[in-house]
């Protein structure tokens, strides 16, 4: 395993990025972060006002503010506030310290998905010269940018359920975060569930398909939900289902029958909000 | 509201543990193996995360730097900070709301995992420990079966690195000139290395 370990350029640098990007993270990411540390998600996420429209947007109720769920900063540094799982070491050095469970915006950093193709973004934070093409194992890095973009997918439909729940609730309401949080952890146990049963070599192939999905702009999950009559020939397809019926029982569960709204006793400890200029 | 577990019942508890008193209490002694590991993998120069320290002459994993007769133990480096308490490793990493967490997770020391494990003439016990403060472990809270391959790791790679390090005293024996804390990391970057191509040839063949 160790000697398949790509050296870094970001080893040696000051990680720039992990100071002063504020992490946008997906459910899954949240999840990950919390079953390895076994963390209530309060200590680690925080929530922020969305500046546009976009598919991971939630909404907590009938209002217009919509928002995002992203990791808290740390102690301040002096003038900066890294991420809060920004590790200081003897010497000037620096680690993520959860660098095997980090979320995927870290992990694909600095790259893109371009028609298929890995690409190096140009608005970097990295110092000059850092990466070169020719010395990155570009399959992994695509498969990272692939596996990045299905949770994001994922993540967008998991928001929609939530937010048709916001929407059918009295107009009066407003949800603690709380719920949100519980919410995700449930969904994401059950799709950790789902998940369990699927082998390697057909995640893999499941992971191609998606690929070419994103190509064509296309999140499966909202296509096949709207297309629920048509045959599941091939496997992937097979597999798109059962996300989706694993999301929408989840949900169902915990929000129409109330099992997470139980949890609102158990609440009080406040989530920490962020504003966002 | 904690996600379901999907780790061993001491390894929930230790993670849910917030002072994580068993970092800052003990000083964690190393062998090669752990500093190959930490260090291959967080790409990270053995002399960041460790120090030495003069060994009693009876410890049979010290290693010499000159022909003068003392003897160093190597360890993880502990924390200088006035926000930590103090003597806290280094990898230990605690947010603002004080819920601490080792940042090597499975990479850490063969001897933090086994904690507080010990193999007593092939028993496994719990080790007579003050230091934590989250609860008084017993062996209720392990698993036996896990527990004890994880003692036999820990004895095997202490064997292997008293084993290297006593072809390295006898180096310095020979050389009869006085080499540094570095020049010793570097021999053992060197032979674990070898050791891991070595395997892994095996492994193909």
Redesign the interface.
């Known amino acids: 395993m160790?000697?398949q370990?790509e050296?870094?350029p970001c080893?040696g640098c000051h990680q720039r990025c992990c100071i002063n990007y504020t992490v946008t993270i997906t459910g899954y990411d949240a999840?990950l972060i919390?079953?390895?540390?076994?963390?209530?998600?309060r200590?680690?996420v925080v929530y922020y006002p969305a500046q546009k429209d976009e598919p991971d947007n939630f909404r907590l109720d009938h209002g217009e503010m919509a928002f995002k769920i992203a990791l808290?900063k740390?102690?301040a540094n002096g003038e900066e506030q890294p991420c809060?799982?920004w590790?200081s070491?003897?010497?000037g050095?620096a680690?993520?310290?959860?660098?095997?469970f980090r979320p995927f915006v870290c992990q694909s950093y600095p790259t893109f998905l371009n028609e298929g193709l890995v690409q190096l973004r140009t608005d970097v934070l990295c110092p000059q010269r850092s990466w070169n093409m020719s010395t990155m194992d570009l399959p992994a890095w695509r498969r990272r940018l692939l596996r990045y973009q299905m949770e994001y997918d994922i993540y967008a439909y998991v928001v929609e359920r939530w937010n048709d729940f916001v929407a059918r609730s009295p107009a009066d309401v407003r949800y603690p975060i709380?719920l949100y949080?519980?919410y995700l952890?449930a969904v994401?146990?059950r799709l950790?569930e789902m998940r369990q049963t699927i082998s390697k070599a057909r995640e893999e192939s499941i992971l191609q398909q998606w690929g070419s999905c994103i190509e064509r702009r296309i999140n499966p999950l909202k296509q096949l939900q709207q297309n629920r009559d048509q045959s599941f020939g091939p496997r992937w397809m097979e597999f798109v289902a059962d996300l989706l019926a694993t999301i929408d029982s989840a949900s169902a569960l915990e929000l129409e029958m109330g099992t997470?709204t139980e949890?609102l006793d158990?609440m009080a400890k406040p989530a920490q909000e962020m504003s966002v200029a | 509201m904690i996600p379901q577990a999907v780790c061993s019942t001491k390894e929930m508890l230790w993670l849910s543990c917030w002072e994580k008193r068993c970092c800052s209490y003990y000083t964690v002694t190393l062998t090669g193996s752990d500093i190959w590991r930490i260090s291959k993998t967080m790409q990270l120069p053995p002399q960041v995360f460790t120090r030495y320290a003069e060994a009693p002459a009876s410890a049979e994993d010290g290693f010499a730097l000159d022909a003068s007769g003392k003897h160093y133990w190597t360890a993880l480096a502990k924390r200088d900070t006035e926000e930590q308490p103090p003597g806290t490793c280094c990898f230990l990493l605690r947010p603002p709301n004080g819920h601490a967490h080792c940042a090597l997770g499975d990479l850490r020391p063969t001897v933090c995992k086994s904690f507080p494990s010990i193999l007593i003439n092939g028993v496994l016990c719990i080790g007579d420990y003050s230091g934590c403060t989250c609860r008084a472990w017993a062996l209720a809270h392990v698993d036996i079966g896990q527990e004890t391959a994880l003692a036999q790791i820990l004895a095997r790679e202490r064997a292997e690195y008293r084993e290297i390090v006593h072809r390295w005293n006898r180096r310095v024996e020979q050389a009869k000139q006085q080499y540094s804390y570095m020049e010793f990391c570097n021999y053992l970057m060197n032979v674990y290395a070898e050791r891991d191509q070595q395997t892994q040839s095996l492994d193909v063949a």
């Open positions: 160790m000697n370990i050296h870094s080893a999840w919390a079953t390895e540390l076994q963390r209530d998600m200590e680690f808290g740390g102690a809060i799982f590790l070491l003897p010497e050095y680690r993520c310290s959860i660098y095997p709380n949080y519980s952890i994401y146990d950790h997470i949890c158990d």
